[in-house]
Structures are given as structure tokens and as C-alpha cells.
């Protein structure tokens, strides 16, 4: 009997292409491994973009850690400039909101915590385009002018003299400072933020003088930007549920989201509570007579029916 050598074939053809594309796979990851390990790719490819919403997974860390950048992509451009909006006081929204969303798009663009951002230019100028200060720093971001033609030649850039008037301009030159602050000092916001403000040669000086803390403690400004920066990440869009992780919603569909949860919430507890003092009751009344030391941890578990 004659072999089958069409079958045969399709089936070494078969082996042949699996195998080249199991050691292309293994090719590819070695390689992908090897650019991140190097850093020529820092934080690794970032996700496919989707439109409509803003990208910030190539940022090491926020200064919140339960802020992830995935929150942030789940709402869309329109709903966060929003949310935000009425994070800032009355009084200064009319002049925050023209700048918004060139603020968020910088911050994507040089993948800089948005809300961090945001705290420094309430507390450096109010939003003020005019602002400038008694040591001739000027803009929304009040940056002097040495510290303007030092980000320009960084950018291998033409000196543009409306670097202080120009809201967009002036803009870019903070958060691209600010990019290079949080480099340099290993993306420690205080320091950072303090050398924003104060220097980086002064931070460095009382950083070696053994006084980081104390100074970092007693800093006015940097409480400043903290507080503002509280205000600013309390948009419900952001926040992390604790049985669930936020959605893509209007304020609106967010609020009645939330109301949905606590009631769901409850209602378990409401279920679950007489089951759970029935079932546990035989365990835990022994334990508690031997057990000194955790009565009242026991007591919580059982009467609240909280974990």
C-alpha cells in the first residue's frame, strides 16, 4: 500500500510552521525583555489608545498609589475635564476651565500625574495668565526666565519671548520641568515639588546636610499642593470602590451607580448577618473564653458582620 504523501507533507508543513512560530514568539519576548531591561523602552509598550479618552500608563507612579492609570482611561476626556471642573472653587473655575484640557493633554503627552499639575498651578497662580511673582516668575506655571531658557535649550528649541504669555506654551514649560524634577530626584513628588519651588540645588544642599525630613515637613508650599491635590482627585470617577473598580459614566450615572452599591451593600449584610451569627456562634463562644487578647476583634466579626 502506497503512503499517503499529500498527508504527509500537509502535516511536516504543519510542524515546520509551528515550530518557526513558537521560536519567533520566544525571539520576540527575549528581545522585548532585553529593551526594557536596558530601558530603551522604559516602561514597556503602552496600550492600544482608545479614542476619546486620555492614556497615562507610561507614569511610574501617581503620588496617590491607589490612583491607577486604568481609572482614569475608563472615563472619557468630556466627563473627567467635567468632573474636575467642579472640583475647583467657584471663584476660580471660570479662569481653570479654558486650560483644562491642555493640562490633561500635556500631562499625556510627557505622562505626568494631571492632578499634581494642576494642584502646582492653583497654587502658583491661581490660574492667573498674567501672574508674576516679586522674583520675576511669570505664567500659570511661574517659571522665571533662566529656568525658561533652560527647558528650551532641554527641548533643542528656539527661545519663543512668549514663553510667559502664551498659557499653552507656558504650560508645557512647567510639566516638561516638572518631568525632569521627578527624574532627577527617583520620582519622590516632595522633593521634587520643594525643588520646583525652591530650586534643585537647594534641595540638594539640605538633602546632604541631613535635613530632608524636617525641611520637607516645615515646607508651607508643598502642604499647599498637597491639600489642593486632595480636592482634586475626590471626583467620584476616580475612586476606588471597594467591592469593584470604577466605570466609564457621567457624573450623573456615577452618583446613582454608587446609591445602587451601598444599597446592595446593605441588603447582603441585612441577609447574611442572622446566618452568620448561627453558624459561628458554636466556634467563636469557646475561643473567646480561652482567647484574651481578641474579644472585641471576635465581637466585630460577629455582630457587624463586616470583613
Same mark, same amino acid.
Given at each position: 500500500?502506497m503512503?499517503n504523501?499529500?498527508?504527509l507533507?500537509? #502535516?511536516?508543513?504543519?510542524?515546520?510552521?509551528? +515550530?518557526f512560530w513558537?521560536i519567533?514568539?520566544?525571539f520576540?519576548?527575549?528581545?522585548?525583555e532585553n *529593551?526594557v531591561q536596558?530601558?530603551?523602552?522604559e516602561?514597556?509598550?503602552l496600550?492600544?489608545?482608545l479614542?476619546?479618552?486620555?492614556q497615562f500608563a507610561?507614569?511610574q507612579?501617581f503620588?496617590?498609589? $491607589?490612583?491607577q492609570s486604568?481609572?482614569l482611561?475608563?472615563?472619557?476626556?468630556?466627563d473627567l !475635564?467635567h468632573?474636575?471642573?467642579l472640583q !475647583?472653587?467657584?471663584?476660580?473655575?471660570?479662569f481653570?476651565?479654558p486650560h *483644562?484640557e491642555t493640562?490633561?493633554?500635556?500631562?499625556e503627552?510627557?505622562q505626568?500625574?494631571p492632578? $499634581?499639575v494642576?494642584?502646582?498651578?492653583k497654587?502658583e497662580s491661581?490660574f492667573?495668565?498674567?501672574?508674576r511673582?516679586?522674583?520675576?516668575?511669570?505664567?500659570?506655571?511661574?517659571?522665571?526666565p533662566q529656568t525658561?531658557l533652560?527647558? %528650551?535649550?532641554?527641548?533643542?528649541?528656539?527661545?519663543?519671548?512668549? $514663553?510667559s504669555?502664551?498659557?499653552?506654551l507656558?504650560?508645557?514649560?512647567?510639566?516638561?520641568y516638572?518631568?525632569?524634577l +521627578?527624574?532627577?530626584?527617583?520620582h519622590?513628588y516632595d522633593?521634587a515639588?520643594v &525643588?520646583?519651588?525652591? =530650586?534643585?540645588?537647594?534641595v540638594r544642599?539640605v538633602? &546632604?546636610? =541631613?535635613?530632608?525630613?524636617?525641611? +520637607?515637613s516645615?515646607?508651607?508650599y508643598l502642604?499647599?499642593?498637597?491639600?489642593n491635590?486632595?480636592? *482634586?482627585?475626590s471626583?467620584?470617577g476616580?475612586k476606588? %470602590?471597594?467591592?469593584?473598580?470604577s466605570? &466609564?459614566? =457621567?457624573?450623573t450615572? *456615577?452618583?446613582?451607580f454608587?446609591?445602587?452599591? !451601598? &444599597?446592595? !451593600?446593605?441588603?447582603n449584610?441585612?441577609? %447574611?448577618k442572622p446566618? +452568620?451569627?448561627?453558624?459561628?456562634q458554636?466556634?467563636i463562644?469557646p475561643m473567646?473564653?480561652?482567647?484574651?487578647?481578641?474579644? #472585641?476583634i471576635?465581637?466585630?466579626i460577629l455582630y457587624?458582620?463586616?470583613?
Amino acid at each position: 500500500m502506497m503512503p499517503n504523501f499529500t498527508f504527509l507533507f500537509f #502535516n511536516l508543513f504543519l510542524f515546520v510552521g509551528v +515550530l518557526f512560530w513558537r521560536i519567533g514568539d520566544e525571539f520576540v519576548k527575549t528581545e522585548m525583555e532585553n *529593551l526594557v531591561q536596558s530601558k530603551t523602552i522604559e516602561f514597556g509598550p503602552l496600550p492600544k489608545k482608545l479614542s476619546g479618552h486620555y492614556q497615562f500608563a507610561g507614569i511610574q507612579k501617581f503620588y496617590l498609589p $491607589w490612583i491607577q492609570s486604568e481609572y482614569l482611561s475608563a472615563i472619557s476626556k468630556k466627563d473627567l !475635564i467635567h468632573q474636575v471642573s467642579l472640583q !475647583i472653587h467657584p471663584g476660580l473655575r471660570k479662569f481653570a476651565r479654558p486650560h *483644562l484640557e491642555t493640562i490633561f493633554q500635556l500631562c499625556e503627552d510627557y505622562q505626568v500625574d494631571p492632578f $499634581w499639575v494642576l494642584a502646582i498651578v492653583k497654587a502658583e497662580s491661581s490660574f492667573q495668565v498674567s501672574a508674576r511673582s516679586p522674583k520675576d516668575a511669570q505664567g500659570l506655571m511661574q517659571i522665571t526666565p533662566q529656568t525658561a531658557l533652560h527647558i %528650551f535649550q532641554k527641548l533643542h528649541r528656539k527661545f519663543d519671548h512668549s $514663553w510667559s504669555s502664551n498659557p499653552q506654551l507656558n504650560l508645557e514649560l512647567g510639566v516638561y520641568y516638572l518631568k525632569e524634577l +521627578l527624574q532627577s530626584f527617583h520620582h519622590q513628588y516632595d522633593l521634587a515639588t520643594v &525643588a520646583y519651588n525652591h =530650586g534643585p540645588q537647594g534641595v540638594r544642599l539640605v538633602i &546632604a546636610d =541631613g535635613e530632608g525630613e524636617e525641611f +520637607l515637613s516645615e515646607h508651607q508650599y508643598l502642604e499647599k499642593i498637597k491639600s489642593n491635590y486632595g480636592v *482634586l482627585v475626590s471626583i467620584p470617577g476616580i475612586k476606588k %470602590f471597594r467591592l469593584g473598580r470604577s466605570m &466609564a459614566m =457621567g457624573p450623573t450615572e *456615577l452618583a446613582a451607580f454608587n446609591q445602587s452599591k !451601598i &444599597a446592595t !451593600i446593605e441588603k447582603n449584610r441585612s441577609h %447574611f448577618k442572622p446566618l +452568620l451569627k448561627s453558624s459561628l456562634q458554636p466556634v467563636i463562644g469557646p475561643m473567646m473564653k480561652t482567647v484574651s487578647v481578641t474579644p #472585641n476583634i471576635l465581637k466585630k466579626i460577629l455582630y457587624s458582620g463586616r470583613f
